[in-house]
């Protein structure tokens, strides 16, 4: 019983210790990803394209919803080609190094 | 999961941008519950799938593909927040300038321009007046002119020509300042080398002796030679004598000599101690006085005589002179009387042995020397008679007719004779 209690724990102390790294993977990946972005003026093109649609819509009205609505799917397109390559390539390095848990 | 706005964030690897407007729980945009949903079951189901052996690669590829649009996701929605936030807090479009003002400093794209829209070289055509000197200097060359006028440049040596300038002032000297300054600056420019060759003119009377604004001059010097720098030496003594027809002590002040032995900064009493111990030639490259011995070989004893006799008057001698006979020549000559002999270079008034001398000399200076020790020997009482007669034209025709007061001299020392 005992042992069978320890390996639990064992267990999930490695699960725990498992997410934890992945999420500082994943924090890392988004503060690089975020500034490569900044980088290749891809926020200042979205930020052009916000203030049309905040100007067609009015200062006063517009909500989060709306400007995700708008934001995101451009957001998704404009991302270059490169910036998506290299952290692709991080991603499946980082599953390659910890597929063998 | 806590929650919180900022632990969301955190999780969703947003950066700490401010929580939303509104940070009530029932008001939290429906987006960010989603994702957090989806996060957190995307990693669960990604920690199941590794735990599981034998992911292929098919499988890693879609995990990888999804990882990454969530990152993408997270950071379209971080934006959204902050520009939302900008909105609602009035500073978006701050950083905006009116339509008048971007036209105003529109990219300019034309050929000769730069962006801003200037010329290129406008300035090299400009030109501006120096404050110092009120000349006209292009304004490329602006800076180091000003360097060099103003003296207080690394490479401007006019600290030493200031002082001459100075001490010019100081003695107003009446005569031949230019000339001085010219010579004097002989050695520092080139430019006033030209001025001095224009001069060349007024200095014929130097013929017989070398020029001593040609360019022979410092070669004469760089061979080290001891006549050679005898020669650079005495010819000095010309120019001396030529500045005026007293024995000022402006003179020595008109004659630049770098410091060291600069005897323009001297006294008469620390000249003379100098002068009883060193060998004091003006040397007429550097004109610096000669600091070696009184038996330096370089000079002659001629050339300290004369040095002294310009710097301390016609009664001065050296400190060991060998005979009497020098202190009995020049009683009664002045520096005039010197000009008058040394002139006779070329005369055949003089004996023989002396005209020959002189002759074969007669461009290396060496003339002085022969001729002034052969008179002072033999000819001590015509040299008096003559030069007393030839001595007041030397004296006012100095720079103006240097050719006519030669031929009187030989006519004079004919009736003498």
């Given at each position: 019983m005992?042992v069978?209690?320890?390996?639990?724990?064992?267990?999930?102390?490695?699960?725990?210790?498992?997410?934890?790294?992945?999420?500082?993977?994943?924090?890392?990946?988004?503060e690089?990803?975020?500034?490569?972005?900044?980088e290749?003026?891809?926020?200042?093109q979205?930020k052009a394209?916000?203030?049309?649609?905040?100007?067609?819509k009015?200062?006063?009205h517009?909500?989060?919803d709306?400007?995700?609505?708008?934001?995101?799917?451009?957001?998704?397109a404009?991302?270059?080609?490169s910036?998506?390559?290299?952290?692709?390539?991080?991603?499946?390095?980082f599953l390659a190094?910890?597929?063998?848990? | 999961m806590r929650?919180?706005?900022g632990?969301?964030?955190?999780?969703?690897?947003?950066?700490p941008?401010?929580?939303?407007?509104c940070?009530?729980?029932?008001?939290?945009p429906l987006?960010?519950?989603?994702?957090?949903?989806?996060?957190h079951?995307?990693?669960?189901?990604?920690?199941?799938?590794?735990?599981?052996?034998g992911l292929?690669?098919?499988?890693?590829?879609a995990?990888?593909?999804?990882?990454?649009?969530?990152?993408?996701?997270?950071?379209?929605?971080?934006?959204c927040?902050?520009?939302h936030?900008?909105v609602?807090?009035?500073?978006f479009?701050?950083d905006?300038?009116?339509?008048d003002?971007m036209k105003?400093?529109e990219i300019?794209?034309?050929?000769?321009?730069d962006?801003?829209?200037?010329?290129?070289?406008q300035w090299?055509?400009?030109e501006?007046v120096?404050?110092?000197?009120?000349?006209?200097?292009?304004?490329?060359?602006?800076?180091?002119?000003?360097?060099k006028?103003?003296?207080?440049?690394?490479n401007?040596?006019?600290?030493a020509?200031?002082r001459?300038?100075?001490?010019?002032?100081?003695n107003?000297?009446?005569?031949?300042?230019?000339?001085?300054d010219?010579?004097?600056?002989?050695?520092?420019?080139?430019?006033?080398?030209k001025k001095?060759?224009?001069?060349?003119?007024?200095?014929?009377?130097?013929l017989?002796?070398?020029?001593p604004?040609?360019?022979?001059?410092?070669k004469?010097?760089?061979h080290?030679?001891g006549?050679?720098?005898c020669?650079?030496?005495?010819?000095?003594?010309?120019?001396l004598?030529?500045?005026?027809?007293?024995?000022?002590?402006s003179?020595?002040?008109?004659?630049?000599?770098?410091?060291g032995?600069?005897?323009?900064t001297?006294?008469?009493?620390e000249?003379?101690?100098l002068?009883?111990t060193?060998?004091?030639?003006?040397?007429?490259h550097?004109?610096?006085?000669?600091t070696?011995s009184?038996?330096?070989p370089?000079?002659?004893?001629?050339?300290?005589r004369?040095?002294?006799?310009?710097?301390?008057?016609?009664?001065?001698?050296?400190?060991?002179v060998?005979?009497?006979?020098?202190?009995?020549?020049?009683?009664?000559?002045?520096?005039?009387?010197?000009?008058?002999?040394l002139?006779?270079?070329?005369?055949?008034d003089?004996?023989p042995s002396?005209?020959?001398?002189?002759?074969?000399s007669e461009?290396?200076?060496?003339?002085?020397g022969?001729?002034?020790?052969?008179s002072?020997?033999?000819?001590?009482?015509?040299?008096?008679?003559?030069?007393?007669?030839?001595?007041?034209g030397l004296g006012?025709?100095k720079?103006?007719k240097?050719k006519?007061?030669?031929?009187?001299?030989?006519?004079?020392?004919?009736d003498?004779?």
């Amino acid at each position: 019983m005992v042992v069978s209690k320890m390996n639990k724990d064992v267990q999930v102390r490695a699960a725990i210790n498992q997410t934890l790294i992945e999420k500082l993977e994943k924090e890392n990946s988004s503060e690089l990803l975020r500034a490569k972005l900044i980088e290749c003026g891809w926020k200042d093109q979205l930020k052009a394209h916000c203030k049309e649609v905040i100007k067609e819509k009015g200062l006063e009205h517009v909500t989060v919803d709306d400007l995700v609505a708008e934001v995101t799917p451009k957001g998704r397109a404009l991302v270059p080609a490169s910036v998506k390559k290299e952290l692709l390539q991080r991603t499946r390095t980082f599953l390659a190094q910890h597929a063998s848990l | 999961m806590r929650r919180g706005g900022g632990s969301h964030q955190r999780c969703l690897g947003l950066t700490p941008t401010p929580p939303p407007p509104c940070v009530q729980p029932c008001c939290r945009p429906l987006c960010y519950e989603q994702s957090e949903r989806r996060l957190h079951k995307s990693l669960q189901m990604k920690m199941e799938e590794m735990s599981l052996s034998g992911l292929d690669n098919s499988k890693l590829e879609a995990i990888a593909q999804e990882i990454y649009a969530d990152l993408v996701e997270d950071s379209c929605l971080g934006f959204c927040f902050e520009v939302h936030r900008a909105v609602k807090c009035g500073y978006f479009f701050l950083d905006d300038t009116d339509p008048d003002s971007m036209k105003d400093f529109e990219i300019v794209d034309q050929p000769g321009l730069d962006i801003f829209g200037q010329v290129f070289n406008q300035w090299k055509s400009k030109e501006c007046v120096c404050p110092n000197c009120s000349r006209s200097i292009a304004a490329s060359r602006f800076a180091p002119h000003l360097e060099k006028c103003l003296g207080m440049g690394r490479n401007s040596s006019r600290i030493a020509n200031r002082r001459i300038a100075n001490s010019n002032n100081m003695n107003k000297s009446e005569s031949d300042q230019e000339d001085n300054d010219d010579i004097n600056d002989n050695d520092w420019s080139y430019g006033s080398e030209k001025k001095a060759k224009k001069r060349k003119s007024d200095k014929l009377w130097y013929l017989p002796f070398q020029n001593p604004n040609s360019p022979r001059r410092s070669k004469s010097l760089k061979h080290k030679n001891g006549f050679s720098v005898c020669t650079s030496a005495s010819n000095t003594l010309p120019l001396l004598f030529s500045s005026s027809g007293e024995l000022s002590n402006s003179d020595p002040f008109k004659y630049n000599n770098s410091t060291g032995i600069s005897y323009e900064t001297l006294g008469p009493e620390e000249l003379r101690s100098l002068l009883t111990t060193q060998c004091g030639v003006i040397s007429e490259h550097t004109k610096k006085m000669c600091t070696r011995s009184l038996r330096c070989p370089q000079h002659t004893d001629e050339q300290r005589r004369a040095v002294r006799i310009y710097f301390l008057g016609p009664s001065a001698v050296l400190p060991e002179v060998e005979s009497s006979l020098d202190n009995d020549s020049f009683d009664m000559t002045d520096s005039q009387a010197l000009i008058s002999r040394l002139q006779w270079d070329g005369s055949s008034d003089l004996s023989p042995s002396d005209s020959g001398s002189s002759k074969t000399s007669e461009n290396q200076g060496w003339g002085l020397g022969t001729n002034s020790s052969e008179s002072r020997k033999t000819k001590k009482k015509k040299s008096h008679l003559s030069l007393v007669g030839t001595a007041s034209g030397l004296g006012s025709n100095k720079k103006k007719k240097p050719k006519p007061p030669a031929p009187p001299t030989p006519s004079i020392y004919d009736d003498i004779n």
